[in-house]
């Protein structure tokens, strides 16, 4: 069982910048593939950025550049630092992991559908 919590949201105007911090209970940050995902009301599920366990990383189209996915195995933390903040990345956005999931074909950001563990999401609203 993985529990994650993310935290790190908030109210921000647009060109600023905010991190994400998710805690993952019950594994080590480094045995687990991992990313965070977003969602605004009425759209669907986004992948924002993910790091499989060989530390590969990938990114939405979007968000390149502005945002970097890290882990810290030390304090067991994901983060998500996101720089350049706009209106359009106002959403939920959720921590997610899986120990079985893997680097492949498909970029990771793009695989939330394979991730079995998520937390409850942190609120990130830009505003202009």
């Known amino acids: 069982q993985v529990e994650l919590v993310e935290s790190g949201g908030g109210s921000v105007q647009a060109g600023g910048s905010l991190r994400l911090s998710c805690v993952a209970g019950?594994?080590?940050?480094?045995?687990?593939?991992m990313g965070w995902f977003r969602q605004a009301p009425g759209k669907e599920r986004e992948g924002v950025a993910a790091?499989?366990?060989?530390?590969?990383?990938s990114y939405g189209d979007s968000v390149k550049g502005r945002f970097t996915i890290s882990k810290d195995n030390d304090k067991n933390i994901l983060y998500l630092q996101m720089n350049n903040l706009k209106v359009d990345d106002t959403a939920m956005y959720y921590c997610?992991?899986?120990?079985?999931?893997?680097?492949?074909?498909?970029?990771?950001?793009?695989?939330?559908?394979?991730?079995?563990?998520w937390g409850q999401g942190t609120q990130v609203t830009v505003s202009s």
């Open positions: 997610a992991a899986d120990p079985w999931v893997a680097s492949g074909t498909e970029p990771l950001v793009k695989r939330g559908y394979d991730f079995g563990y």
């Open positions: 019950g594994y080590i940050v480094g045995t687990l593939s």
């Open positions: 790091m499989a366990k060989d530390g590969s990383t």
